[in-house]
């Protein structure tokens, strides 16, 4: 196989839809590496092109063997992605080992190298949301999952290899095949079938005075908009670095709610519920992307979808159609 593109956690949420979009491209030299299990994720890959599907640990040892032939890019998406994961040595191993090893290879063989970090390491956002290199040695994750990925832009930081590879750190990202992510998907896929069976959407309350109920602002990110900035640093760029992948403006979860109501057509009907005491004090209020680096380092300047746009073309190409 020459020329390959690899893409881990290629039947994931992220990962099916960069696939997707090489596929729109014309390419499908494309060595896929997921757990597929026994679940229906396998689903996911129905109707892309591409050479093989490995498990992990079998690529990592035809990698790491130099057994693959000619890699132009790894984009590295596969990680346990639960921020709710408690098992630390888990955590550990598939988050920061792993994407250590896979980027040590990349580095001894001049290829191409994207992996994903999260909007998770910038903690309660008291910091803010800069992907400056200065700012972040002094970030406080509020949970293992958001450490595991920081402790990567740390290694990567501290030893100066961050002008030769690239870390996306994905904000609030929605859309199309992130049916199987359990509790971590979307409020917008949740909404849209709590909206088909109750016709009502719940909210968390804030439990922040400075808040009012579903005030509570991220930066959401349409998938497609995420699978774009991913490609534009694999395929068109050589630039190196940290970089946020957000819209770099801040939409509250009752803006997503009601985009979802007027995408079905429907009167909004939101309620609020508690919100679960493994939440408290590790929720995020705010978070919202830092945009100017990705544009004047990185080169992206697309525009990306807002929040009526983005969920308009979920519902209709998609959730309308499960």
């Known amino acids: 196989m020459k020329d390959l593109i690899i893409i881990t956690g290629a039947a994931g949420f992220i990962g099916r839809n960069i696939v997707a979009m090489l596929n729109e491209r014309g390419l499908d030299n494309l060595l896929l590496v997921d757990f597929l299990g026994h679940d229906e994720k396998w689903r996911n890959l129905v109707g892309l092109r591409y050479e093989d599907v490995l498990p992990p640990p079998?690529?990592?040892?035809?990698?790491?063997?130099?057994?693959?032939?000619?890699?132009?890019?790894i984009i590295h998406e596969g990680a346990c992605s639960a921020t709710t994961e408690k098992n630390a040595d888990y955590l550990l191993e598939n988050n920061y080992?792993?994407?250590?090893?896979?980027?040590?290879?990349?580095?001894?063989?001049?290829?191409?190298?994207?992996?994903?970090?999260s909007a998770a390491t910038y903690g309660d956002g008291s910091l803010g949301y800069s992907d400056a290199d200065s700012v972040t040695?002094?970030?406080?994750?509020?949970?293992?999952y958001g450490?595991?990925?920081?402790?990567?832009?740390?290694?990567?930081?501290?030893?100066?290899?961050?002008?030769?590879?690239?870390?996306?750190?994905y904000f609030n990202v929605y859309g199309p095949y992130e049916d199987h992510k359990g509790d971590m998907r979307s409020l917008v896929?949740?909404?849209?079938?709590?909206?088909?069976?109750?016709?009502?959407?719940?909210l968390f309350k804030s439990d922040r005075p400075e808040y009012a109920d579903g005030?509570?602002?991220?930066?959401?990110?349409?998938?497609?908009d995420a699978a774009k900035v991913t490609l534009h640093f694999a395929l068109d760029s050589k630039a190196g670095g940290l970089f946020n992948c957000g819209a770099g403006q801040a939409r509250t979860w009752l803006d997503l709610a009601r985009a979802l109501f007027a995408a079905l057509g429907q009167k909004p009907d939101i309620r609020f519920i508690e919100m679960p005491a493994p939440l408290k004090g590790k929720?995020?209020?705010?978070?919202?992307?830092?945009?100017?680096?990705?544009?004047?380092v990185g080169g992206y300047t697309a525009p990306f979808a807002n929040v009526e746009e983005g969920v308009a073309d979920y519902v209709k190409t998609y959730l309308a159609r499960e």
């Not at 079998?58 to 890019?73: E, H, P, S, V, Y």
């Not at 792993?98 to 994207?114: G, I, K, P, Q, S």
């Not at 920081?150 to 750190?169: C, P, S, T, Y």
């Open 58 to 73: 079998q690529f990592l040892d035809l990698i790491l063997g130099d057994k693959l032939g000619n890699i132009r890019a």
């Open 283 to 296: 929720y995020q209020y705010f978070t919202q992307a830092d945009a100017q680096k990705l544009k004047t």
């Open 189 to 202: 896929h949740k909404a849209y079938h709590q909206i088909k069976a109750k016709g009502y959407i719940e």
């Open 137 to 144: 040695g002094r970030l406080r994750p509020l949970n293992m």
């Open 147 to 169: 450490y595991s990925k920081h402790m990567f832009d740390l290694w990567a930081l501290r030893n100066g290899f961050l002008d030769q590879i690239v870390g996306l750190k």
């Open 97 to 117: 080992r792993y994407t250590r090893r896979l980027c040590e290879w990349a580095l001894r063989n001049d290829t191409r190298f994207v992996y994903a970090s």
């Open 215 to 224: 005030e509570q602002k991220r930066d959401f990110v349409y998938v497609r």
